[in-house]
């Protein structure tokens, strides 16, 4: 285990994907998916689907920080989800699904305002980040078989046509910062 461990947590629309992206990252040590923001304790995936719970679907990710840094995290956390559209990813549609950091540090706040800075000041995604920045909040844990969903279910239509892209491009635009196999 590394000297220090450190946390970051995102929702970038569907947890399946962030998990996927994060799973395959040199530093990271875990890829949990969860909800939180919301204002009902241990939610369900069935409610938070129904949109009521206030709940955002995110990926805890566990790193070494001496393996990668959290501003390294927050640029694969951009490359990874469209961060420009309102509560949704895709035809996924629903608060659930909104691009949202929950900051756990003051530096960690202070990084993604600066990360989003850039990225609006260089006009990489042509429109304006609407991605929310937020406290850090209870993460309740997605239910058992929401974990490692994409490397259990590969060939599983959503995992095909939606997380395996997302992760292939991850893995071209990110490759020196994958996991030696």
């Not at 929950?102 to 990360?115: D, G, Y």
């Not at 078989?145 to 892209?165: E, I, S």
């Amino acid at each position: 285990m590394p000297a220090q461990v450190d946390k970051a947590v995102f929702g970038g629309g569907c947890f399946w994907c962030i998990e996927a992206v994060f799973q395959q990252i040199e530093g990271v040590l875990r890829a949990d998916s969860g909800y939180a923001g919301g204002h009902v304790d241990n939610p369900t995936y069935e409610q938070v689907c129904d949109g009521d719970t206030g709940h955002i679907e995110v990926v805890t990710v566990t790193y070494d920080p001496a393996a990668i840094t959290y501003h390294e995290l927050l640029e694969i956390f951009f490359a990874s989800h469209d961060p420009t559209t309102v509560d949704r990813q895709g035809n996924d549609v629903g608060p659930q699904y909104r691009s949202a950091i929950f900051w756990q540090t003051p530096a960690q706040e202070a990084a993604a305002r600066e990360v989003i800075a850039d990225l609006e000041a260089r006009q990489v995604f042509g429109s304006p980040i609407v991605t929310r920045l937020l406290p850090p909040a209870t993460v309740w844990p997605a239910e058992d078989y929401h974990r490692d969903y994409f490397l259990r279910n590969p060939g599983q239509g959503y995992c095909a046509f939606v997380v395996a892209p997302k992760v292939a491009k991850m893995r071209k635009n990110f490759a020196h910062k994958l996991k030696q196999s």
